[in-house]
């Protein structure tokens, strides 16, 4: 979620992402912006900025140096969140998806004159958290897309994005943050370069997450929680005393960390032990989650507490402790599993 309210006068996207804010430029300058933009990259790094320095610079009069002017008043609009040709659709407070009534209202907006300048704006951020509902009703937006508006996804999983909507939208595949720049952004929130490869270390080279965790003190949570699995799996905490872990949680939150983790264990096998039994039953699990999230981006709710003791169990009782150590072909109980 972004808070629009109460922007810095100017907008600039994040440092790892100098190359792709380079040749967007270069596209607005020629001509050749796309109207539909669809911005795909991991989880916490930054994309949403991206999205709102693009926002902002489009929404400018006296663009200049490449950025937004912070001193025009479509700037000041946008500063304050109430630029009248700018749309940002995110999920409604205590929801987990972009209603399709959101979207219907955008295509409304998209089919207006614009109020001030000569474009306008929508971003729908995250477009995976939008139904197969609202990912119709926007179609057609994206198909005849009125003149001068820029429409402008953001997802971090490409694949919960029909191929009708791909299709119309050029794609940018954002990198993966480059790690030295990653440090010496977070550097000037922690001041401390230890602290800083610490925290990209723990969210796996996520740069907004590690700088969220250093502003709320939750590493140190977040790091149990990032090993539970394994330390579930190697009997050290029980099944209750990991679903605990997540009391607090929203439960894209508790799929996101199982998937890490998940992820984390398969990629310590090494390719034999990767043949294994065990090995096909964690990937089969990891598809699991991947589905649990695809349903709760959907809009399903089931209870976390339950949906957490189930899944947690079930990959104690099919992986055993040797899915962690270096024993898992030695473990020829396979077939009992
Ligand atoms: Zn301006």
């Not at 937004?68 to 749309?87: I, K, P």
């Not at 954002?174 to 610490?198: G, K």
Request: charge should be neutral; include cysteine.
């Amino acid at each position: 979620m972004i808070n629009l309210n109460d922007l810095p006068a100017v907008t600039s996207p994040l440092p790892w992402h100098a190359y792709e804010w380079g040749k967007l430029n270069n596209q607005l300058e020629t001509g050749h912006l796309p109207h539909a933009l669809l911005l795909c990259g991991g989880q916490y790094s930054g994309k949403s900025q991206l999205a709102l320095s693009l926002s902002r610079l489009l929404l400018c009069a006296h663009a200049e140096g490449g950025l937004n002017c912070g001193r025009c008043h479509a700037c000041e609009l946008s500063a304050g969140g109430s630029h009248g040709d700018f749309r940002w659709v995110q999920p409604e407070e205590k929801s987990r998806i972009i209603k399709v009534d959101q979207i219907r209202e955008v295509v409304r907006f998209s089919n207006m004159t614009s109020g001030f300048g000569a474009r306008k704006v929508i971003v729908l951020a995250p477009a995976d958290s939008m139904n197969v509902n609202a990912f119709n009703a926007l179609l057609k937006s994206l198909e005849e897309p009125a003149s001068g508006t820029y429409i402008i996804l953001v997802c971090h999983r490409m694949a919960t994005v029909p191929a009708t909507i791909r299709s119309r939208c050029q794609i940018l595949q954002l990198p993966v943050p480059n790690q030295n720049d990653c440090c010496r952004w977070l550097d000037e929130t922690t001041e401390n370069r230890q602290e800083s490869e610490r925290l990209l270390s723990m969210t796996e080279g996520r740069p907004l997450l590690a700088q969220y965790l250093f502003n709320t003190g939750g590493a140190e949570v977040f790091a149990t929680r990032n090993f539970a699995l394994q330390a579930l799996l190697a009997r050290k905490i029980t099944v209750p005393q990991a679903v605990a872990l997540w009391a607090d949680e929203e439960m894209v939150v508790f799929l996101d960390e199982i998937a890490t983790d998940l992820q984390r264990i398969l990629s310590a096998l090494s390719i034999e032990q990767l043949r294994s039994k065990q090995a096909r039953i964690a990937f089969g699990l990891a598809d699991e989650v991947v589905d649990l999230q695809r349903a709760v981006s959907a809009g399903a709710n089931p209870n976390k507490q339950l949906l957490a003791d189930a899944f947690l169990s079930k990959c104690c009782r099919k992986l055993g402790a040797g899915i962690i150590g270096d024993n898992v072909l030695m473990e020829k109980g396979e077939d009992a599993l």
